[in-house]
C-alpha cells in the first residue's frame, strides 16, 4: 500500500517561513517525479511545485516562485517544501503527491496523494 505522509504544517506570521516533509512509503520513490498542491476553503487545489525524479529540475506555481523551494531526498524517500516570507494567502491545507503520468501542474497527473497538512499563516 503506497502512503505519502505530510508533516510540519501549523500556525505562523506573515513573512515566516515553515519547511514541510513528505515521506512516503514508495519503494520505487525515486522513479516518481513529486508534486506539491495546495487547496484554500472555497477555492480549487492549486500547483505549488514539483521536483524531477532526480531532484535536478524543479518547477513552481507564479504564487510562490522565489518564495518556496522543493527538494528531495531519494536515500529518505522524502520529498520537502521550504517556504518563506509566508503570506496569510497561503493558508491551505498542503498535500504532496506523487506524479504518475501528464504535466506536472495539474493535479489529475498525480497517482498517490498524502493527507495533507494544514499551513495558517496569520497578518
Known amino acids: 500500500q503506497v502512503q505519502l505522509v505530510e508533516s510540519g504544517g501549523g500556525l505562523v506570521q506573515a513573512g515566516g517561513s515553515l519547511r514541510l516533509s513528505c515521506a512516503a512509503s514508495l519503494r520505487s520513490f525515486s522513479t516518481y517525479a513529486m508534486g506539491w498542491f495546495r487547496q484554500a476553503p472555497g477555492k480549487e487545489r492549486e500547483f505549488v511545485a514539483a521536483?524531477?525524479?532526480?531532484?535536478?529540475?524543479?518547477y513552481y506555481g507564479d504564487s510562490v516562485k522565489g518564495r518556496f523551494t522543493i527538494s528531495r531526498d531519494n536515500a529518505k524517500r522524502t520529498v520537502y517544501l521550504q517556504m518563506n516570507s509566508l503570506k496569510p494567502e497561503d493558508t491551505a491545507v498542503y498535500y504532496c503527491?506523487?506524479?504518475?503520468?501528464?504535466?506536472?501542474?495539474?493535479?489529475?497527473?498525480?497517482?498517490?496523494w498524502g493527507q495533507g497538512t494544514q499551513v495558517t499563516v496569520s497578518s
Open positions: 503527491a506523487a506524479h504518475t503520468s501528464g504535466s506536472y501542474y495539474t493535479y489529475d497527473a498525480y497517482g498517490y
Open positions: 521536483v524531477s525524479v532526480g531532484g535536478g529540475s524543479t
